[in-house]
Each structure stands twice: as C-alpha cells, then as structure tokens.
C-alpha cells in the first residue's frame, strides 16, 4: 500500500465515522467512539506530514 492509498484509506475511515455518528448511527457521546475517531483523525494527520 502506498502512503497515497494509506491517507486516502483514512480519509475515508474518518468520513465514515464521522457520517455515522452525524446520522444517529454512532453516539459520539460513547467513549469508544471518540477514541476510535480520534485514533484515526492521528493516524491521518501522521500520514498527511
């Protein structure tokens, strides 16, 4: 996998996340949720640099 196809894979990660949790699907109130979307928004910014 190339750091193009990485970052791309993550932004879509974040994406998902961030529409299920808009559409009631996810509950950003529930810890695990933020932890995952914050691991990942890291992750993105990491590879972005």
Wanted: hydrophobic share 45%; aromatic share 4%.
């Amino acid at each position: 996998m190339t750091q193009k196809d990485a970052i791309q894979r993550a932004e879509t990660i974040v994406v998902n996340l961030q529409q299920q949790a808009n559409a009631g699907v996810l509950f950003l109130g529930d810890e695990a949720i933020q932890v995952t979307l914050k691991r990942w928004q890291n992750h993105l910014n990491l590879l972005k640099r």
